[in-house]
Structures are given as structure tokens and as C-alpha cells.
């Protein structure tokens, strides 16, 4: 298993800017797919951005389209997600998620993101 620990949130004002980042122990982390997900206070849990084990491809929620930017680090072993144009409705605990080829899945502990109106 791999230790995945999110970092970088914090209290924001709408219109403003987070960067969350992603560390991980192991090669594992650069081998696999990584997603970025959010949990709003009483909502379920939803996907927000997805990168590749290359780096090269990405995907976001239609909610965030525009605004975030997921990228990979791998000398750092790490992966950040770049918040811009907040709003209040991107208030959530951000969870870092790893997919192993098998299905498998790793999650990090979350950290709290609050965007104030």
C-alpha cells in the first residue's frame, strides 16, 4: 500500500486561488492512475480531476472545467491540483485517490478547502 497525504487547503475568499498537493510513499504512485475528489458537507463524494500514469492526459468535472489543474510531479512523487476562480460551492474535504491496475484503490486523509462569499 501506498501513504497518500494531501496538503494545501485552507480558507478562501470567492475568486481566489488553493493548490493542493498529493505526496506519496513509493514507486507505486508513478505507475498508476491519481484522481483528485471532493465531499461537500451531507453530499456524496465526486470526482473532480483524473491524470494518467504518464502525466499526459487529464480530465476534470464539468464543474471545474476552466478553473482547476491537475498535474503530475514525479521526481517529487507527487501530484497537485491548482485551484482558481474559487467559489463557495468548491467547499469540501479534497481527497487524493490512487487506482492500482487491478482495481485496487489508496485514499489520503482529505483536507478541508473553504471558500467564503
Known amino acids: 500500500q501506498v501513504q497518500l497525504v494531501e496538503s494545501g487547503g485552507g ?3 470567492t475568486g481566489g486561488s488553493l493548490r493542493l498537493s498529493c505526496a506519496a510513499s513509493g514507486s507505486a504512485f508513478s ?3 491519481v484522481s ?3 465531499q461537500a458537507p ?3 463524494r465526486e470526482l473532480v480531476a483524473t491524470i494518467s500514469q504518464d502525466g499526459f ?3 476534470y468535472a464539468d464543474s471545474v472545467k476552466g478553473r ?3 498535474s503530475r510531479d ?3 512523487n507527487t501530484v497537485s491540483l491548482e485551484m482558481n476562480s474559487l467559489k463557495p460551492e468548491d467547499t469540501g474535504i479534497y481527497y487524493c485517490k490512487l487506482v492500482y491496475m487491478n482495481g485496487e484503490e ?3 486523509q482529505g483536507t478541508q478547502v473553504t471558500v467564503s462569499s
Open 11 to 13: 480558507l478562501v475568499q
Open 74 to 76: 514525479k521526481a517529487k
Open 68 to 70: 482547476f489543474t491537475i
Open 106 to 108: 489508496d485514499w489520503g
Open 36 to 38: 483528485w475528489h471532493r
Open 57 to 59: 492526459n487529464t480530465d
Open 31 to 33: 505507475r498508476n492512475i
Open 42 to 44: 451531507g453530499k456524496q
